[in-house]
């Protein structure tokens, strides 16, 4: 069959989920009618040798600030929570590759180092905040959970499960409001779509047709809880259905999966299309947070999804596929390593915010 000039598939089953009955009045869908792209290939990027190298040294230096910071916490430098975001780096390494900065916002829940790196934000800065040092993106007063940098679009760091999506709601009403041509992103995990908000947020987002991207990262578990005993609908692309809100499933261990899809949804939102859910299938290796021994599964899980499905394993096996010598990988390494040993450098030589700090910030008005 010819296919429609221009519209791919997956653009015209998001646009048949649109449908809206108040414009035009279609018969009422059957119970079960499909109307997510989930069913759907989409597409895998076709990146450039320079781009693969490029997601290889953002996801390596993610990982790598992540187990420095583990390692910095266990030594009782970080305080107060910390949660690492091992094992997901290719969602946020192949999502934040297709935005511009500065356009476009970003927001998220607690589980944010991997996002902020990915926003372009200095190591430095993230790693002085999470030691709690003055010279922190947040002076040293916010910690792992509350760091945020409107310069480069990144809105947090929150620490209220489900909060970000409203937030971020709203952040994309800003943008069709002011008329910029920004999209948000809006992360939330898999427990989070099981939060009341997200469901008030998803129709507003679509009565308003908000420029939106609800990124949800399944990463299998809400703290001790897998996502099967938690949710009566697990396939977790299908939540924005009855607002008519297409989504997609993704494998979010695939950088250039990630990337493909992205793209196509990005495609959607800027042309005016309105929100999309984007489901992120993933895995955190680590516990939910430090304090976590993650008796809720078994070694041999955790063991199994990093020998066959490691985002960075992966992508480096693509690339020697290709040809591209060892030497050049490992000189990644290398470099990767030096920043981030250089952030925790920066981190412990810088001093505590003054005790005059506790008075500073709390407001932004005066009071
Ligand atoms: C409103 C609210 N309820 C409960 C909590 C406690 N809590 C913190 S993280 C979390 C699990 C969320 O899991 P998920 O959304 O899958 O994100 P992940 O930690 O896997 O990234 C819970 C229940 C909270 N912080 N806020
Ligand atoms: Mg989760």
């Given at each position: 069959?010819?296919?429609?000039?221009?519209k791919?598939?997956?653009?015209?089953k998001m646009?048949?989920?649109?449908?809206?009955?108040?414009?035009?009045k279609?018969?009422?869908?059957k119970?079960?009618?499909?109307?997510?792209?989930?069913?759907?290939k989409t597409?895998i990027?076709?990146?450039?040798?320079?781009e693969?190298?490029d997601f290889y040294?953002?996801?390596?230096?993610?990982?790598r600030?992540?187990?420095?910071?583990?390692?910095l916490y266990g030594?009782?430098?970080?305080?107060?929570?910390c949660?690492?975001y091992?094992?997901?780096?290719?969602v946020?390494?192949?999502?934040?590759?297709?935005?511009?900065?500065?356009?476009?916002?970003?927001?998220?829940?607690?589980?944010?180092h991997?996002?902020?790196?990915a926003?372009?934000?200095?190591?430095?800065?993230v790693?002085?905040?999470?030691?709690g040092?003055?010279?922190?993106?947040?002076k040293g007063k916010?910690?792992?959970?509350?760091?945020f940098s409107v310069e480069?679009?990144?809105?947090?760091?929150?620490?209220?499960?489900?909060?970000?999506?409203?937030?971020?709601?709203?952040?994309a009403?800003?943008?069709?409001?002011?008329e910029?041509?920004?999209?948000?992103?809006?992360?939330?995990?898999?427990?989070?779509?099981?939060?009341?908000q997200v469901y008030?947020?998803f129709n507003?987002?679509?009565?308003?047709?908000?420029?939106?991207?609800?990124?949800?990262e399944?990463?299998?578990?809400?703290?001790?809880?897998?996502?099967?005993r938690?949710?009566?609908?697990?396939q977790?692309?299908?939540?924005?259905?009855?607002?008519?809100i297409?989504?997609?499933?993704v494998?979010?261990?695939?950088?250039l999966?990630?990337r493909?899809?992205?793209?196509?949804a990005?495609?959607?939102?800027?042309s005016?299309?309105?929100p999309?859910?984007?489901?992120?299938?993933?895995?955190?290796y680590r516990?939910?947070?430090?304090s976590?021994p993650?008796?809720y599964?078994?070694?041999?899980?955790?063991?199994?999804?990093?020998?066959?499905?490691d985002?960075i394993?992966?992508l480096?096996?693509t690339?020697?596929?290709?040809?591209v010598?060892?030497?050049d990988?490992k000189?990644?390494d290398?470099?990767?390593?030096?920043i981030v040993?250089?952030?925790a450098?920066?981190?412990?030589?810088?001093s505590?915010?003054?005790?005059?700090?506790?008075?500073t910030?709390v407001?932004v008005?005066?009071?």
């Amino acid at each position: 069959m010819a296919k429609a000039p221009g519209k791919t598939t997956v653009a015209k089953k998001m646009a048949a989920t649109r449908k809206n009955p108040a414009k035009k009045k279609p018969a009422p869908k059957k119970a079960g009618t499909a109307i997510s792209t989930g069913g759907l290939k989409t597409p895998i990027y076709k990146a450039s040798r320079a781009e693969k190298m490029d997601f290889y040294e953002q996801m390596l230096l993610i990982r790598r600030f992540e187990e420095k910071a583990g390692q910095l916490y266990g030594l009782g430098l970080i305080g107060g929570f910390c949660h690492l975001y091992i094992g997901q780096e290719a969602v946020v390494t192949g999502l934040q590759s297709a935005i511009s900065p500065g356009k476009d916002s970003v927001i998220t829940g607690y589980r944010d180092h991997g996002h902020m790196l990915a926003c372009g934000i200095h190591p430095n800065v993230v790693m002085a905040e999470l030691t709690g040092r003055s010279t922190g993106i947040s002076k040293g007063k916010g910690g792992s959970m509350h760091m945020f940098s409107v310069e480069h679009g990144f809105y947090g760091g929150h620490g209220i499960v489900g909060a970000q999506v409203s937030l971020g709601t709203g952040l994309a009403f800003a943008h069709k409001y002011k008329e910029d041509g920004g999209v948000c992103l809006a992360y939330f995990g898999d427990g989070a779509s099981n939060q009341g908000q997200v469901y008030e947020s998803f129709n507003m987002a679509e009565l308003w047709q908000l420029p939106v991207i609800y990124v949800i990262e399944n990463n299998q578990y809400a703290m001790g809880t897998s996502v099967n005993r938690s949710s009566a609908e697990d396939q977790l692309y299908r939540r924005g259905e009855s607002f008519r809100i297409p989504g997609m499933q993704v494998d979010g261990m695939d950088v250039l999966a990630v990337r493909g899809a992205v793209e196509e949804a990005l495609k959607d939102v800027r042309s005016g299309g309105g929100p999309v859910i984007m489901e992120l299938k993933t895995y955190r290796y680590r516990g939910h947070s430090m304090s976590d021994p993650a008796k809720y599964r078994s070694r041999d899980e955790v063991k199994d999804v990093r020998e066959k499905s490691d985002p960075i394993e992966r992508l480096k096996a693509t690339l020697i596929k290709e040809g591209v010598p060892e030497g050049d990988l490992k000189a990644i390494d290398k470099k990767v390593r030096k920043i981030v040993v250089d952030s925790a450098d920066f981190a412990e030589e810088s001093s505590e915010p003054d005790l005059s700090e506790l008075y500073t910030d709390v407001l932004v008005e005066q009071y």
